[in-house]
């Protein structure tokens, strides 16, 4: 008797997961960092060159890293029309005269755009947590 109870919930856990996978909230992580274009021209014949600096610092991949560590209430996702949530992170690199400022800020934003909670910290870690709960706490007013 115990085991086709123990097969009954087993069945229904393994029907469930696929999905609840489907309703995970998609989060798009990215940092305010712009990136640059520079360029320079001769008046004379008019030659010039651009070039252009920016992209994915190693710190973004690692914030993400953490979100799919830390958070796993949420997926994340590389397209930000397919996100519900927006979360920005940056961080300041380590100064020698201010060691314990806070280096690592984090805000979310709703499917609105709407800023919905931001924090600094010291550590990534902590900033995605806090960014987490956050989220989760949205999902589950």
Not at 46 to 56: D, V
Not at 93 to 101: D, E, G, L, S
Not at 124 to 130: E, I, R
Request: with cysteine.
């Amino acid at each position: 008797m115990k085991s086709i109870s123990l097969c009954s919930v087993l069945l229904v856990i393994a029907i469930s997961a696929p999905g609840a996978t489907a309703q995970k909230p998609r989060v798009f992580i990215t940092e305010s960092a712009a990136s640059q274009a520079s360029g320079e021209a001769a008046v004379g014949d008019a030659k010039g060159a651009l070039a252009f600096t920016g992209g994915t610092s190693p710190e973004n991949v690692e914030a993400m890293k953490a979100f799919a560590r830390y958070c796993p209430a949420v997926v994340v996702t590389a397209s930000r029309e397919k996100a519900n949530y927006v979360v920005r992170l940056d961080h300041e690199p380590i100064n020698p005269t201010t060691p314990f400022v806070h280096g690592n800020k984090v805000a979310v934003f709703d499917k609105n755009e709407d800023l919905m909670y931001s924090n600094s910290t010291r550590i990534l870690t902590s900033a995605v947590k806090g960014a987490c709960a956050a989220i989760t706490a949205d999902l589950h007013p």
